[in-house]
Antibody, heavy 123, light 110 residues
Framework: EVRLVESGGGLVQPGTSLRLSCAAS????????MHWVRQVPGKGLEWVSG????????GYAGSVKGRFTISRDNANNYLFLQMNSLRAEDTALYFC????????????????WGQGTLVTVSS | QSVLTQPPSVSAAPGQKVTISCSGT????????VSWYQQLPGTAPKLLIY???KRPSGIPDRFSGSKSGTSATLGITGLQTGDEADYYC???????????FGGGTKLTVL
């Protein structure tokens, strides 16, 4: 059974940092690209970032480029999102999602999702 | 403002058919595959359609997808009250070098 479990969310002040983690199990983690997608409660989905199976290709939404860094640990089946210079508009539920393919920017299709971790940026 | 455009809401009676449209441009839908997701209240999104018209295992054939040019459509037949959810289209945008979603469509089964 595929499982994606996010952690690391919380309440932080503007300008600070947070690191999200996603523990993956039930599939060959290093065969697939992985992504972060966020959703403000009551609003739509926003793709945040993606990383190919071997980390040779990374992608970021314009709204987070230069502030967020995606990475993965294939040895231990983890996906990470380092979030710096957080802003109030980064407040959202952050989902970890598995791609159907090894690379990003091919045919984005997220076939498994975690339940999300809530990030709240407020003073 | 979402890169892909979806109607905010659609509705139909149980047993009927409904379609949800997704409109984009040549840099996204025009040159990349579309996927569709169903999000029931309080849950994570679920993949319904990928590569324009393929269904993952376990998704009933009541759900179908199509794409023509810069537009895509999700069709749902034999509507059930359990289909009430938000539906999103998604693809890659080659100009933005980013994944993009539609704003979502709320389906009401009257």
């Amino acid at each position: 059974e595929v499982r994606l479990v996010e952690s690391g969310g919380g309440l932080v002040q503007p300008g600070t940092s947070l690191r999200l983690s996603c523990a993956a199990s039930g599939f060959s983690f290093d065969d697939y690209a992985m992504h972060w997608v966020r959703q403000v409660p009551g609003k739509g989905l926003e793709w945040v970032s993606g990383v190919s199976w071997n980390s040779d290709r990374l992608g970021y939404a314009g709204s987070v480029k230069g502030r967020f860094t995606i990475s993965r640990d294939n040895a231990n089946n983890y996906l990470f999102l380092q979030m710096n210079s957080l802003r109030a508009e980064d407040t959202a539920l952050y989902f970890c999602a598995k791609d159907k393919l090894p690379s990003i920017a091919v045919a984005e299709a997220f076939d498994y999702w975690g339940q999300g971790t809530l990030v709240t940026v407020s003073s | 403002q979402s890169v892909l455009t979806q109607p905010p809401s659609v509705s139909a009676a149980p047993g009927q058919k409904v379609t949800i449209s997704c409109s984009g441009t040549s840099s996204n839908l025009g040159n990349n595959y579309v996927s569709w997701y169903q999000q029931l209240p309080g849950t994570a999104p679920k993949l319904l359609i990928y590569d324009n018209n393929k269904r993952p295992s376990g998704i009933p054939d009541r759900f179908s997808g199509s794409k023509s040019g810069t537009s895509a459509t999700l069709g749902i037949t034999g509507l059930q009250t359990g289909d009430e959810a938000d539906y999103y289209c998604g693809t890659w945008d080659s100009s933005l070098s980013a994944g993009v979603f539609g704003g979502g469509t709320k389906l009401t089964v009257l």
